[in-house]
């Protein structure tokens, strides 16, 4: 992140809003009229700015503010014009940032620094503190002791789609109500939330994984729920709602809730879910999602009209829910869509895949990034990174086994030539072993356009 300290706006204006010196802040720049500047902070607040320097070119545009001063009568902001660049002296300015906010300088707090800065948030000290809560949370439950028992203090039927602040430890002296084979109702939640942080985190240490996906759902406005943090980590790992289906149609049929006649029907419906990609994408998308909903009230239907169904049944027709409710939310940024496609043959995969054909796709812009699942019968799954600027295109191929990624390298100029007839002047094409994607860090562009594409040919 870059400072030009050529780009300084000096406001006198009273504020009651929460500013803090060395704190970053995001605001739109709504209005400039010659040496004044309107900025938009997204929260009802507008800041009106005496600037020496030209803004013109920012109108309309959203930038992050380094908060360099801060009196009773006087603030001076410095618009951060190259967000993807730090300061010169990182460790410096970070430093800073957490003792002016009298947070101690650990790398904890750190990594929550470079995440809000990734994902381009407002940085001051309520962000942060309300980052440390959340983090402070997770690690109070999953340590968890013998002598200790988790409690839920909301209302929601399903206690995984809810905010993960509402659960606290209680003794187990405080725990009387006991339920059948003499387990308690706490045993039964902390040992599902210990389960579920467990297999989160990877163990039972607060990761910089776990901090980068708490901040990712904070930005998106997405709860903070142990289902929602599962869910990121399975969004390109695995067919997310496909696989889920189709193994809930097959526990529905072998629990005799519906018959032959209709879990054919429904496969059926399952199968043709899949989106057959074409130059029509962004309508296929819409009939994709309509017809997921149409799939999900019949299931929903089918359930209601049933008798005495198992909590294993309840339990994943309720995950599955709420994987459409996390998909539609982050679907709903405009820099994120999930696409899943199927392809019959690998002709159909080059002649069709029109997102990367700058002829054809009608959503193309000058900066795009396209993550690739891709799964094939012949090859592990394979994870693809494609970049696009303007009318240059760089693939990156993620690939553990060497000997596939040889086979890949014998065909390359075929794909180096499609993409060149897609309209590419520059074609970079690179192989990446021993290495992992990361779908978080390919969403934390918010100047390109992001696609994450399932794809199974």
Excluded: W
Excluded at 77 to 85: C, K, M
């Amino acid at each position: 992140m870059r400072i030009d300290k050529g780009m300084q706006i000096s406001i006198n204006t009273k504020f009651n809003n929460k500013l803090y010196k060395n704190s970053i802040i995001r605001g739109k720049i709504i209005d400039v009229s010659e040496d004044i500047v309107s900025i938009d902070l997204g929260n009802g607040d507008i800041l009106k700015a005496n600037t020496l320097i030209s803004l013109e070119r920012y109108k309309n545009k959203v930038l992050n503010f380094f908060v360099k001063d801060l009196t009773d009568s006087n603030i001076v902001l410095t618009p951060l014009e190259r967000e993807d660049i730090f300061i010169n002296d990182k460790e410096t300015f970070i430093k800073g940032l957490l003792e002016s906010n009298n947070l101690n300088v650990n790398q904890e707090n750190i990594e929550i620094i470079e995440n809000l800065i990734r994902f381009k948030m407002p940085i001051n000290k309520e962000m942060i503190e309300k980052v440390i809560k959340i983090l402070n949370k997770i690690r109070n439950l999953i340590n968890t002791e013998e002598n200790e028992k988790i409690k839920y203090l909301g209302n929601n039927k399903d206690i995984m789609s809810d905010n993960i602040l509402r659960f606290l430890k209680e003794s187990v002296e405080t725990e009387k109500i006991l339920y059948e084979n003499n387990i308690s109702k706490s045993d039964i939640i902390t040992n599902k939330i210990q389960d579920e942080l467990t297999n989160i985190l990877k163990g039972n240490k607060v990761t910089p994984e776990i901090i980068k996906k708490v901040i990712f759902l904070l930005k998106s406005e997405i709860k903070i729920s142990l289902n929602n943090l599962k869910f990121l980590s399975e969004l390109i790992n695995e067919s997310f709602i496909e696989s889920d289906l189709e193994e809930f149609l097959i526990t529905l049929h072998e629990k005799n809730i519906i018959r032959d006649k209709e879990f054919n029907k429904l496969r059926i419906g399952l199968n043709n879910l899949v989106i057959k990609f074409n130059e029509e994408d962004k309508e296929l998308l819409r009939v994709y999602y309509d017809n997921l909903k149409q799939l999900f009230k019949k299931l929903e239907l089918i359930l209601h009209e049933r008798e005495k169904l198992s909590d294993e049944v309840l339990d994943k027709f309720q995950i599955l829910k709420d994987k459409i409710i996390f998909l539609n939310k982050l679907n709903e940024n405009a820099t994120f869509i999930y696409y899943p496609f199927y392809f019959t043959d690998r002709n159909e995969l080059i002649d069709k895949f029109y997102i990367l054909d700058k002829r054809k796709f009608k959503g193309k812009g000058e900066n795009l990034n396209v993550m690739i699942s891709l799964q094939t019968n012949r090859f592990d799954k394979v994870k693809i990174l494609a970049n696009v600027v303007k009318d240059s295109i760089t693939v990156n191929f993620y690939m553990d086994k060497h000997s596939d990624i040889k086979i890949f390298k014998k065909s390359d100029y075929k794909l180096k030539d499609s993409l060149i007839k897609c309209g590419y002047n520059k074609v970079s094409i690179n192989y990446i072993s021993g290495e992992d994607i990361d779908p978080l860090d390919v969403l934390s562009d918010r100047d390109a356009k992001n696609y994450l594409l399932d794809v199974r040919v």
